[in-house]
């Protein structure tokens, strides 16, 4: 089975009306459908372009405030969904859980109207201390036409265990929305991005956010370049990559997923990475 994915390298900017963000969010999602896209990828912490908004002081919203916009972006996501008949990642989104706990979550938008979220299981530093945010309990992974997905947020790929757990669950693409502020971050969520998919013999789609929010505290600077990512065999396109955006650009970088072929290479590929894996001497996650 195959089918077309896209990723959005989405342009941070400020904006004085929610509007702004609606139309800017639906324009990716209408470019993607004239490439005959079928699912759909943000980047994490999109939504912080709300926060622009400000507080008709001239000030930035404060973080707290996001989840305020949680019922207009499920609603403008859970619509473009259906209308354009498109699985979408919608980057990610701070909500508030239980007890008033903020929580950075990947919502997956099916075509049907049914929403699966993801809430980011490893925080980094900014998230912790300066935004108060806290941790996922666990890696889910979710059934959609074109199989089965799991969605790990940005400093979640750069752990090799909570991968393979996914891998366990039967994933067979890792949709990972980042969002990083320089070079370092970029690559060490790149480079991961490429462990992964050697390591479980799996694809990954990555995504960042590019742009600058003048206003909003830790989201001045960004750098970032959408992906598509296989395993490094011959079947592939060399490198790995089957296709990448320009650093930094606003654009829409897309590519085909073939699942056969990705069945395939874990039979008779150069390695078999996922079948070699050596349980009696660390933990076998499929058990």
């Keep these: 089975m195959k089918f077309r994915t896209a990723a959005v390298q989405y342009h941070l900017a400020d904006i004085d009306h929610i509007d702004e963000f609606k139309h800017q969010v639906t324009h990716y999602v209408k470019t993607a459908s004239e490439y005959g896209v079928q699912f759909l990828l943000f980047p994490e912490f999109m939504t912080t372009q709300l926060l622009s908004l400000g507080d008709g002081s001239g000030n930035a919203l404060p973080i707290e405030r996001l ?11 859970q619509g473009l969904a259906k209308d354009y008949d498109m699985y979408i990642v919608g980057g990610t989104h701070v909500v508030e ?24 299981i490893h925080l980094t530093p900014t998230e912790v201390t300066e935004w108060n945010m806290s941790k996922g309990d666990g890696v889910n992974v979710f059934q959609t036409k074109f199989g089965t997905i799991a969605m790990l947020t940005c400093y979640d790929i750069e752990f090799p265990e909570i991968v393979r757990m996914a891998r366990a669950k039967g994933a067979d693409v890792i949709f990972c929305p980042s969002c990083t502020d320089d070079r370092h971050g970029f690559y060490r969520v790149r480079y991961c991005c490429h462990a992964r998919t050697i390591e479980n013999q799996i694809y990954v789609v990555a995504t960042g956010t590019v742009g600058s929010l003048r206003k909003v505290d830790f989201m001045r600077g960004n750098f970032g370049q959408a992906a ?7 079947p592939f396109p060399p490198g790995g990559i089957i296709a990448e955006g320009v650093i930094n650009d606003d654009m829409l970088v897309v590519g085909d ?3 056969d072929l990705l069945e395939e290479v874990r039979r008779n590929g150069s390695v078999m990475t996922w079948r070699d894996r050596r349980a009696d001497l660390y933990t076998d996650w499929s058990s």
């Design 97 to 120: 859980v239980e007890g008033g706990k903020l929580r950075n979550a990947a919502h997956l938008f099916h075509p049907d109207g049914s929403i699966d979220v993801q809430h980011k």
């Design 257 to 259: 997923l073939d699942l």
């Design 228 to 234: 598509i990512l296989a395993p490094n065999d011959i």
């Design 67 to 77: 989840p305020d916009f949680t019922e207009d972006y499920i609603a403008l996501f």
